[in-house]
Each structure stands twice: as C-alpha cells, then as structure tokens.
C-alpha cells in the first residue's frame, strides 16, 4: 500500500468529517456495484462483484459426501477466501494467509451461523440426499483479485450472487437400498435445483475515521481508520455477525449507534444488490 | 533509449489526436479498430461502465464521429498486436521499439501508435510507463530521504533523485549546504510526501535527476494526488493552473500524477515550512489545523471526478477540457457522486465530439 503524505492524510479526514470524500460520496453511500454471473463454467455457480476498484470472485462447488455423525440431517459448507498476488504485492506467497484467514473466519461466521447450524443464512438441512448417508458438500470459494478497500461487503456479496447462481444437480437415489450400504445416487445432468438466496445476509463494514463512520472505504480511507465493524444483516433486519478489526477500543454506545446505522443502510444495499443479481442474471441468460 | 534518441534529434512528432481506448461490457464487439483494447488491468482504466442499450448507442456513435474527425493522416495509426504496419517495402526504414519482422512483413508487438520519424518506425505503447523529457513538470512522492537527496517515486522505471543542492534553501541565500542542512532534510521533505519539482537531465545510469528551484516547486498539502495513464497528459506551455474561481491549484504532472488541492501563494516556501513543519510535530493529532471549506472541497471533488471520467473514456487531460466537463456538470446539476455513473460518461463524450466537430467547422 502506498503511503499517504501528512497533508493527504488531514484532507481525507477532513473530507469524512464534512460529509464530502475524496470522489464526492457522502459517508454512508457506497460505491457502484457491478455483478456478473456464471464467470466460471466449470463452478456450479459463481459471480465477480466489482466494487469501484476491488474486484472479488466466488465460486460455488457442490461435492457428494457423507454428513457428519453428530448432524446427519444437514449437509456442510466451508467457505475459504484466497488474496492472489495481483491485489497486493504483499500478498505472494504466504504474505496474504494472514487477511486470508480473517476474511474466511468473518464470513463463515456470518453466513453459515452457530455449530448446530442453526441461524445459517444458508439452510445446511436443504443440502442432504439421503439422511445419515449422503449430502451435498458445498465448497464455496472466494477470491480477491484486486483490493481497494471493502473486502468483506465485496466478498460477502459475491458469495450471494453465487449462490444465485448456483445450481445443484437433482439426485435420484436407488430406492432398495439397504441401511448399511452406501446407496447408489444418480446424478443428473439435466435438472437443477435453485438456492432460496433471499435469507442470505449481507455485510456492512463501517470505518471509524476520527470521530465519524464511513460505509465502504476505500484503501485510502482504510489507512486512515481507527477501528471497523462489519455487521451482518439480513433481510429481516436481524443481525447474523459481528466482527470488529482495529486496535482502538470503543465504547458500547458507539457499537449500538454502529448497529442502527449498519442496519439503516442494509436495507438499501439489499435491494440494490438484488436487483443488480438479477440483471447479471438476465444478461447471462440472453448470452 | 529510443526516446532519448527521438528528443535528442529535436524532432516532436505530431501525435494524433486522442485516441478514445475504452472497455464496453456485455460483449459488445466496437467496430473500428481504435475501440480495441489492450487487456488493462489498471485501476482507473479497468472500470467498466454497465451501460444500457440506448447509452452504448450513443457512445458508439460519439466515438464514431470522434475518430472521423481525427487528422487523416493518422486515421491508421494505431495497432494492436500482430498487425501490419503500412510501410513502404521499396524506401529503406529503420525498426524501432514494438515492432518486429515477421514472415517478410512489418508487424506491432504492442498495442499503440505507429510513429515515424524520418527513416525510424516504431509503436509507441499508450500503457508504457511515463517516458521523462528534461524540463518536464512532475509531481512525484518521496520514498526515501538519502544522503544530501531525496528519492521520489515517479511513475518510471526507477525512481528520480532530487538533491538537495537543487532545493532552494530556507534563508534563501546561495550558499554551500553544510552537514548541519543535510541533517535538516527532514524538516523540508520526509517520507511520502508529495513534491512538484522539474526534470533537470538524465544521469549516466538512465536515472532521473530533478529540480525544484523556482517558487512554484515544491511540497503540496492541502489537496488530494490523482494517478492515470502518463499518456494523456500532453505537455503543453503551462502545467500549473490557478483556478481563481474556485481558488484552486490544479497541477497536471506529465508523469500521470495530478494534484488538486487548495490554492497556495507561490511563497518563499521554505520559511514558513520549517515553521509549519515544527507546529505539525507538535500537533500531530491536526485538530488545530483547519479543514478545507466545504465549497472549496466540492469544487476539489467535482474537478477530480471530471478527471476521471475523462481518463476512462481516454482523452487527452488538459485545462480546457477539464473546465468544459465541470461546467457541464454544474449546469445539467449532477452531483459529483454521480458523475461517476454512465450517463454522465456518455454525455461527456457527446459534448467532446460535439465542440470537436464544431472546431474543425470553424478551421474550414
């Protein structure tokens, strides 16, 4: 990242506080989202979200597995992020794992909800075949190609595109199966089944600048903060994670105030980046 | 090398007129050969507009009428890679950079303009990193403070040397720099900040050596760095412009940086500076220090975005284009947030083809 001088440091700051930044954004609007889907044909689903300058991708595998013992009703997701080199040149060989882990363990958090899978903005119970015997093991797989700032909003919104995106092949399962064995499955090749992404939540990160909030800073901006909280909200307005980075220690009332106003502009986000999922997905459609 | 050889013969050639390179999304296929582009992952450059159907038109035919009304001479002179460059096989030419002889025929190795002077032909890459000129103006950010000079990074290959012997020094009298100045240059530069200086001559190892002995050189605060391609900023009589309606220094340095910031009196800098610079130390948490006025930072704003937007459709950043774009934007009353959306895009690149159309009127 390159440095900022004194005086850049002071305008950008002043710029925060007077509700103008360095592009004319005020504090709470966020940059221009743009959405693509089916980037990756070999994926059972994906999407490239490009928030201003930081551009991610996911992508979306579904695998046959066994579920675990303790859940054998519910099928697993893991989610992982990966920072290529061409963002950051910090980020070659293992200078990225760092960020890496953050992001992976932020988003797991939010998206896929307690151990018992309960609250998953995903419902892991949709995802089992045959109960105790096999499930659909879904990889989803996040990639930073170009970081600018944001990277949780723009990861968090990828991974709901992509599970838009997303289609399961239909399985029929032979139907004299004993209890012991595994049992033959069909794949398809031809009928798919849609994800219900409407419960998918999604990530606000406000950067705390001096006394006052930013939604979506850019690298710039980020340099600059003094602590940042991304919340999580979804549709319903309920909040499904909370993870705070940043030094500095904050006061309770500035968290809640932080929470009002994540969950003040979600709701705008939400609709925005539903309409834009569905566009991406009508223009991929017409291609 | 080939540019050095280029301003060492004394020869300018006459560049073409801006060449519109721009991403469409959504696949469509431009027609004419100067809308293709070379895989560009640069921050600036890589957005692509989602325009609608009716927004694409209109911008294919801006550009149309564009690269119609562009000096014929030039009208194929840009290339992508693996084309043929017209050349007249009979008369004996020289190959320059970016290009190369395949199967018996001339062909680009870079996506660019063909340029010729008299007996040399070569490409010149648009995405090439800035190419220095002596007496360019530069605005560069400082990486390292050496021994009796600074390092700045500029956007080239390495990065350029200001010494301190090219500083005017705060008393203002000529005199030898002692150990005690060598000790200071901290209080005039340190690291990261940014400098205005002047390209003074290439050193023997091809590294750059700069100059910032005038009053307008110097250290800039108060205003925000903006980077694009070095290839649209052309050099022209004046790099520095003073905007006194808006009282705003606007600085387009040829490497591709330019600064916009808050007007400041061309001043014996160096004084007031070391003052600033102890008062900065002390107050380190700048609640002290003003910010800038809120019209001010607008019209900052407003002029940074109109460089933008011009940067993605490709023109070439000068004085009289910038205005025209932040008046047409005052006047249809957008807002600056939203001079970055598509529409705004493609009613600049509308005007631009417009007042070029009516300019070439003019001249016949």
């Not at chain 2, 564009?66 to 001479?73: G, I, P, R, V």
């Not at chain 2, 160096?270 to 107050?283: E, H, L």
């Not at chain 2, 930072?297 to 009289?320: E, H, K, M, W």
């Amino acid at each position: 990242m390159v440095g900022l001088s004194v005086g850049e440091k002071h305008f950008i700051q002043g710029g925060i506080a007077q509700d103008l930044r360095s592009d004319g954004r005020k504090t709470l609007t966020y940059r221009p989202i743009y959405v693509e889907t089916g980037v990756i044909p070999q994926a059972h689903g994906s999407a490239r979200v490009r928030l201003g300058a930081t551009d991610v991708i996911a992508s979306v595998k579904a695998e046959l597995g066994k579920p675990s013992a303790l859940q054998p009703d519910k099928g697993n997701i893991a989610i992982y992020v990966d920072c290529s080199p061409t963002a950051a040149p910090m980020f070659e060989g293992r200078g990225g794992e760092e960020l890496s882990t953050e992001l992976s363990v932020a988003l797991q958090r939010c998206l896929l909800g307690g151990k018992s899978g309960a609250g998953a903005g995903i419902d892991p119970t949709s995802l089992v075949v045959v109960e105790g015997k096999v499930c659909w093991d879904l990889y989803i797989d996040g990639l930073v190609i170009s970081s600018d700032g944001n990277l949780l909003d723009a990861l968090a919104a990828a991974i709901k595109a992509a599970l838009s995106n997303t289609g399961i092949p239909k399985v029929d399962v032979a139907a004299d199966a004993t209890s012991d064995e595994q049992p033959e499955v069909n794949i398809s090749d031809e009928e798919f089944l849609q994800f219900d992404t409407s419960g998918i939540p999604v990530i606000v990160t406000l950067t705390k600048v001096g006394r006052h909030y930013i939604v979506d800073a850019t690298s710039e901006e980020e340099s600059q903060m003094s602590s940042a909280v991304s919340i999580s909200v979804n549709r319903k307005g309920h909040i499904c994670g909370l993870t705070k980075r940043g030094g500095v220690g904050l006061d309770p009332s500035i968290i809640l105030d932080m929470i009002s106003v994540a969950k003040h502009v979600s709701e705008q986000l939400i609709n925005k980046l539903d309409s834009e999922i569905a566009a991406a997905e009508a223009s991929e459609e017409e291609s | 090398m080939g540019g050095n050889l280029i301003a060492a013969l004394g020869f300018r050639v006459s560049s073409s007129s801006s060449l519109p390179f721009f991403c469409f999304t959504g696949g469509v296929t431009p027609k004419s050969s100067l809308c293709r582009v070379a895989d560009n992952k640069d921050k600036m450059r890589g957005l692509k507009l989602p325009l609608s159907q009716t927004q694409r038109v209109r911008l294919q035919r801006a550009f149309e009428k564009l690269q119609s009304l562009s000096a014929k001479a030039n009208s194929d002179a840009s290339v992508t890679v693996a084309d043929a460059i017209p050349v007249n096989y009979e008369d004996a030419f020289l190959k320059g950079y970016g290009t190369t002889d395949l199967n018996g025929e001339l062909v680009a190795t870079v996506c660019g303009v063909v340029e010729r002077v008299n007996k040399l032909v070569y490409v010149r890459a648009l995405r090439a990193r800035y190419k220095p000129e002596v007496g360019d103006v530069v605005v560069g950010r400082v990486v390292e403070v050496a021994q009796k000079r600074w390092r700045l990074e500029i956007n080239f290959s390495q990065d350029a040397v200001l010494m301190l012997s090219s500083m005017n020094m705060p008393d203002g009298i000529q005199r030898r720099r002692t150990a005690l100045d060598e000790l200071n240059m901290r209080s005039i530069f340190e690291e990261n900040d940014i400098v205005c200086a002047e390209v003074r001559n290439f050193q023997h190892d091809g590294s750059l050596q700069l100059q910032a002995r005038s009053q307008k050189y110097g250290k800039l605060e108060k205003g925000q760095l903006l980077i694009i391609d070095p290839y649209l900023v052309r050099k022209s009589k004046q790099h520095f412009h003073h905007l006194e309606q808006f009282g705003i220094d606007l600085i387009l340095g040829r490497n591709g940086y330019i600064w916009i910031g808050e007007h400041v009196e061309a001043r014996d800098s160096m004084v007031i500076d070391q003052a600033k610079s102890i008062d900065q130390s002390t107050v380190v948490e700048g609640i002290n220090r003003a910010y800038t006025p809120l019209e001010m930072r607008q019209n900052i704003c407003r002029i940074a975005n109109a460089i933008r937007v011009l940067t993605i459709l490709g023109f070439n950043v000068d004085l009289n284009l910038i205005m025209e774009t932040v008046e047409l934007s005052s006047s249809l009353k957008i807002d600056i947030h939203d001079m970055l959306g598509s529409e705004f895009h493609v009613l600049v690149a509308e005007m631009e083809a417009e007042r070029r159309s009516l300019t070439t009127k003019r001249k016949r």
